[in-house]
């Protein structure tokens, strides 16, 4: 199994602007492609639309063209709240789709407990109804887990995918900040029932420590060294156990550094999933 992504000489150049930790070159890659000024992306003037998904009605919204590519968000996260540069980079070059979990924002909550495997499902039955067999996936945080789950219950569904912020488990001693926080808010009658509901599917998740070498597609995993929340020794180990990753860590920046670095995180993403290589057996 390979223990380590080689980063390329491009991720080294990527490496260098953004600040993220570097790795010796295995050999020469074409030069980064150029991210031209990204399309204008307003999210709240892109139209919100339906699809009957596992009993729920998921609200979601679409930005420009090409291969598909589904952003799942975070924990307490909703469409309007997703970061605009980063979507106009990832529509410069993808179809993407972006939409509110079941219970959030736009979409209807179901009369079924949720569950980050059930997340995973409404994931999927999106991508079937929107007429696409399988589409690359960007999932941040939460979204992370539901992305592992995704890539684990149903692999055909998943091109290459983008871990952001990831964990394998909240039930590490380097969760113990996010699980006492996601404890106080599963018990708060103030939160708002989506919200409860999210964060008692993360308690409840038995998480994919033990599973993650059955995870057969190029990943990438993308953390900052000052996230707090699923600190970067997390992403460390995950690339050890999954064969085909790469693991890029962002210097200084904090949990789901997207949101502040976005041009950054977005060059870095389309370059791995316009690249050819991969780092199998």
């Known amino acids: 199994m390979r223990r380590f992504l080689p980063v390329l000489t491009l991720i080294i150049v990527l490496c260098l602007a953004a600040g993220c930790t570097s790795a010796p070159p295995v050999h020469p890659a074409p030069p980064v492609p150029s991210v031209q000024a990204a399309p204008a992306v307003s999210i709240n003037a892109a139209p919100v639309q339906y699809a009957d998904v596992n009993g729920v ?4 919204r679409e930005f420009g063209s090409g ?13 309007e709240q997703a970061n605009e540069t980063a ?9 993407v789709f972006l939409y509110d979990h079941r219970g959030m924002g736009h979409s ?11 997340y995973a499902d409404d994931a999927a039955g999106l991508m079937q109804v929107l007429g696409h067999d ?3 996936v960007y999932g941040t945080s939460m979204g992370s887990f539901i992305a592992q789950e995704l890539a684990l219950g149903h692999p055909g569904r998943v091109r290459k995918m983008i871990l952001d912020s990831p964990s394998y488990s909240i039930q590490v001693p380097e969760t113990r900040t996010l699980k006492v926080y996601l404890e106080s808010v599963a018990v708060d009658p103030a939160s708002l029932p989506g919200l409860r509901d999210e964060a008692r599917a993360i308690l409840a998740w038995n998480g994919t420590e033990d599973r993650l070498p059955a995870i057969n597609r190029d990943i990438m995993l993308v953390v900052g060294t000052e996230d707090a929340i699923t600190p970067a020794v997390l992403s460390v180990r995950m690339a050890e156990k999954i064969n085909r990753s790469w693991l890029i860590r962002f210097q200084g920046l904090p949990h ?12 870095t993403m389309l370059f791995f999933l316009g690249t050819n290589e991969s780092f199998g057996k």
């Open 67 to 79: 291969d598909p590519l589904l952003v799942i968000v975070g924990f307490g996260v909703t469409m």
């Open 87 to 95: 979507i106009g980079i990832f529509a410069s070059k993808y179809h």
């Open 57 to 60: 009605k998921l609200a979601y």
């Open 108 to 118: 209807s909550a179901g009369n079924v407990t949720p569950s980050i495997g059930l």
């Open 134 to 136: 399988s589409m690359h």
């Open 256 to 267: 789901a550094g997207g949101g502040v670095a976005p041009e950054e995180y977005g060059r």
